[in-house]
């Protein structure tokens, strides 16, 4: 190995030690890789520094407190083994730096180059170093030419006395390996109840834990965030759990924090004593120490079941297949392209297997999505299990049409919908679709950032109290909200369900999660998941526990409580009346693995086979191409494996990447005179923030306190991390400039929205640490080309500048809320509180021409039409870009603040608006007509 190693930002030398703390990141796996590096490095100067007949004491000192840091960690981890941390102890206690530098070597290439997941059970440091290999063993992967790797997983054991017995554990495993398993594995041990969260919280490679029954609760190595995290995820104060027999809640609050484990209790009881109260925990009960033989075969076929793609499995097979093509797609098989004389680039860039399973067959081994029965209704099945929903639709056009799936399966026409105005478009024209009533909810707006945050819970229940209160709460069919927003604000998902229905009791949910399918696959951010918390729900509402706190609480209310009390309280729903109806639609392509359209419906309805199943099936007819694109199944089918076998991997690394890049932007002086990513004060207002967390990470003390997880336990609001708003307002240079001349043409850097000041990051599950180097390269650079332009300035141009800022931190529009419909849209309504209107009824009026004219928005007619008493009523969505959502819809009255806002927009792209005509909007002839109609 060279000396050379990752270089980190300059720090000071109050910073270089607070790095060396572990409370000082965000997690202890980014500590982890860092301490790594950090440790070669230190191990590197003091072999320097010794063989040059320098002092090395204090080095020596810092360099022992970070290896005993790091020897906390993997005792959590298979490699390095706890033969290799004694190892690397002993080398520096010896002060043999170049034995220890040659070791350390070795750990940080196996980590960094993932090599160490070759090797099952083991892959040693203290190994001949002219072997090529690092390994204490031959290397078990398959090296058959063509042949790819087999995967490695990691197996927890956890018994009082797993550490002094892991040298047996390993051995009676290494003697049931078998070359033909299809996955290799390694086995880490650990003796207590709070080391087995700590487990699997910390190393995401753990995909089956061995449990026995007894072993103590409490751990030697304690994590400060533990005790919060135990009683949030089980509802029982930590200091009430008993010292001993803990292998079945060990299961359970395993499966919260992981759902996807496979996890097998060992048990000195009688196992058929007990296999039947905890068989929904564990796969399978074995009693003492049954042979490895039969524990390592169920370990294959668990990891083999989240392995099975049926779709993609049956797609690869129908591929291979000779078969004789008389239908309509003369590219199956590749034959209109690899005949062709002219398109034979097509072929080189592609590849022929894509070809090879392209076909519009729905037999011979494929299936029918509009009917499924084979491949791809299991693999629906498979993606139910994994994201936590009773049934799970594939959806290969995205989205869009999924939301509209949704709504034309629930919601009749003149059903009444509460939504979000600043919803994605799809939802408006669903809406159009349906006929439903839509009364649009109000998100408290961010008027610096020219954004819209999301709808406060006061605002939902007041509208439905006052649906209640004019005796129309029968009508009130769905609460449709998108959570996370595009700008990553993530409501209290849980709270926001439970007061509504204490309101409405069958109300059903739509939450748009189409940019929030990762969130299913870490435990912070699942509490936040509409599936999570339908399951979650139902679960309490079953027990005698939360039906005497509802009956304590009507006791309290009394019987006739009024509208502040109600609004005030938090409502709790009537056990014996609530339904669980909650639907969840997520883009799986814009942040898991899927080709471009791939998206998934998520149902958990108690009512779905009693009042939905038909009705569903019938708008997924409607919707759904009778000629969906396998590829995006196949697709859909692979990111489902992935996330269940690596989707907690992926996402702590992607919330680890976005924690990086705003560390390192608040951190550099050059980026942080002109850039600041917003944080939790900036996008929630105060009285959503409970918590009074103001930002997950500070500049001085890191990221201590558990910040990030106490606001996601209780604050109304919270804000993604890995949605990264970079505020622009001290350039002078507003966010579609910034995005299309300094990102885009000058350095490649691609991202979707922006705001009038702001523009929008988002790192996925494919970021990587060499993406994040470069972005954070290309803002230093902005940063330093700002920098030596306004020292050039000259007065002229420093006034110049100055109006830019002015105009975006001070001069901005506020942002309009909605309106209302116009009387001739209501035709339920007299006045009585309530604000739906029939969006369907006006967007079609404006379909004959003769129904609607232009009013100029540049010479004042506007306002002389509305001083005239006439009311001025939009016959068309006008949706600027940005901010993306309508700010006028068919059949609302424009305002004052509309016309404010728009005269003040300085987009290029208004969809609904032509500029030299003017806004369109319905004649009163038209108006009185459709009043009386």
């Not at 003492?288 to 049926?310: A, C, K, W």
Request: proline share 5%; net charge negative.
């Amino acid at each position: 190995m060279n000396d050379k190693h990752t270089n980190f930002p300059a720090a000071s030398g109050e910073q270089e030690s607070k790095r060396q703390q572990l409370d000082f990141y965000h997690s202890p796996v980014q500590f982890r890789f860092d301490g790594w590096h950090r440790l070669a490095e230190q191990v590197h100067r003091l072999k320097k520094l010794k063989s040059s007949g320098r002092d090395t004491d204090s080095l020596h000192q810092q360099t022992r407190k970070l290896l005993r840091a790091l020897r906390s960690i993997e005792q959590y981890t298979a490699y390095p083994s706890q033969d290799d941390m004694a190892l690397v102890t002993e080398l520096l206690k010896k002060q043999d730096y170049t034995g220890l530098a040659r070791s350390i070597d070795r750990v940080v290439w196996a980590l960094s180059s993932g090599r160490f997941r070759h090797h099952s059970l083991g892959l040693g440091i203290a190994a001949d170093p002219e072997q090529e290999e690092f390994g204490s063993r031959p290397s078990s992967r398959q090296d058959q030419v063509g042949s790819l790797p087999r995967p490695y997983f990691e197996v927890l054991i956890v018994d009082k006395n797993a550490r002094e017995d892991i040298t047996e554990i390993k051995q009676g495993f290494e003697s049931v390996i078998r070359r033909e398993d299809s996955f290799i594995y390694n086995v880490v041990a650990v003796p207590s109840f709070e080391d087995a969260l700590i487990a699997v919280l910390l190393n995401p490679t753990i995909q089956a834990c061995v449990i026995r029954y007894d072993f103590p609760l409490r751990s030697r190595n304690h994590l400060h965030l533990l005790h919060h995290f135990i009683r949030s995820v089980n509802e029982v104060e930590y200091e009430d759990m008993p010292d001993t027999g803990h292998g079945p809640l060990l299961g359970n609050m395993l499966l919260e924090l992981r759902p996807e484990l496979d996890l097998y209790l060992l048990s000195d009881e009688s196992v058929e004593s007990i296999a039947g109260n905890v068989g929904k925990t564990f796969r399978r009960v074995f009693y003492q120490h049954d042979d490895y033989l039969e524990l390592h075969l169920n370990l294959m076929r668990g990891i083999q079941e989240r392995f099975e793609t049926p779709f993609f499995n049956a797609l690869r097979t129908y591929s291979r297949k000779p078969t004789g093509v008389f239908h309509a797609m003369p590219i199956s098989r590749g034959k209109s392209v690899t005949k062709s004389n002219w398109i034979q680039d097509m072929v080189q860039f592609y590849g022929i297997n894509i070809f090879l399973a392209e076909t519009s067959a729905t037999s011979g081994g494929l299936d029918s999505l509009l009917q499924p029965h084979g491949p791809i209704k299991k693999a629906q099945e498979l993606a139910a299990r994994a994201f936590g929903s009773r049934r799970t639709y594939f959806v290969t056009n995205g989205t869009s049409t999924a939301n509209k799936i949704v709504v034309q399966a629930l919601v009749k026409p003149r059903d009444i919908i509460l939504v979000d105005r600043d919803c994605h478009k799809s939802h408006h024209y669903g809406l159009v679709l349906s006929g439903a009533h839509v009364c649009y909810l109000d998100s408290y707006p961010l008027h610096q950032y020219s954004m819209y945050g999301a709808v406060p819970l006061r605002e939902i229940k007041h509208q439905l109290l006052a649906y209640r209160d004019a005796g129309r709460l029968d009508q009130v069919k769905m609460l449709l909200l998108t959570n996370c927003t595009f700008d990553g604000v993530v409501y209290n998902v849980e709270r926001v369900m439970e007061e509504c229905l204490a309101i409405k009791p069958d109300l059903v949910f739509l939450w748009d999660e189409a940019w929030f399918a990762f969130a299913a696959f870490t435990p912070t951010f699942r509490r936040r998941t509409a599936m999570a918390t339908a399951r979650r729900l139902a679960r309490r509402y079953r027990s005698q526990a939360y039906r005497e706190q509802y009956e304590a609480q009507q006791a309290e209310l009394g019987e006739n409580p009024d509208h502040d009390t109600l609004m005030s309280t938090r409502l709790l729903p009537d056990p014996d009346k609530v339904r669980v109806r909650v639907y969840a639609t997520q883009s799986t392509h814009k942040s898991l693995t899927s080709l471009r359209q791939g998206s998934m419906i998520h149902v958990y309805d108690q009512d779905f086979s009693r009042k939905v199943e038909e009705p569903f099936d019938e708008a997924f007819m409607t919707h759904t191409s009778t000629s969906p694109n396998y590829q995006i199944l196949a697709s859909l089918d692979i990111g489902r494996r992935q996330v269940e076998l690596e989707g907690y991997e992926m996402v702590q690394k992607q919330i680890e990447l976005a924690m990086s890049i705003r560390e390192q932007v608040a951190r550099n002086p050059v980026c942080n005179r002109h850039f600041r990513f917003l944080v939790a004060k900036d996008m929630v207002p105060p009285e959503f923030r409970p918590s009074n967390i103001e930002a997950y990470y500070d500049p001085d003390t890191g990221w201590v306190n558990d910040n990030m997880e106490r606001a996601w336990e209780g604050d109304d609001f919270v804000v993604d991390p890995t949605r990264l708003t970079l505020y622009l307002g001290a350039t002078g240079i507003d966010g579609d400039t910034f995005k299309n001349q300094y990102l885009m043409d000058r350095h490649g850097i691609q991202i979707n929205k922006t705001s009038r000041n702001t523009v929008l990051f988002m790192t996925n599950i494919g970021t990587t640490r060499s993406s994040v180097a470069f972005l954070l390269d290309v803002l230093t650079k902005i940063a330093s080309e700002l920098d030596q332009e306004q020292e050039e300035y000259s007065r002229s141009e420093r006034k110049l500048f100055d109006n830019r800022v002015q105009s975006l931190t001070v001069d901005l529009p506020p942002l309009p809320d909605f309106s209302r419909f116009h009387d001739a849209f209501r035709p339920d309504a007299d006045d009585d509180g309530t604000r739906d209107g029939d969006i369907r009824k006006a967007f079609f009026l404006a379909y004959n021409e003769d129904n609607y004219d232009y009013v100029p928005i540049g010479r004042g007619e506007l306002e002389r039409e509305i001083e005239s008493g006439r009311e001025l009523v939009s016959a068309s969505f006008v949706i600027p870009y940005p901010p993306g959502f309508p700010i006028l819809v068919p059949g609302q009255v424009i305002s004052a603040e509309i016309i404010t806002f728009m005269r003040m927009l300085d987009v290029k792209e208004i969809h609904g608006f032509q500029a030299d005509l003017g806004l369109q909007v319905f004649t009163e002839e038209a108006l009185r007509e459709a009043a009386s109609g």
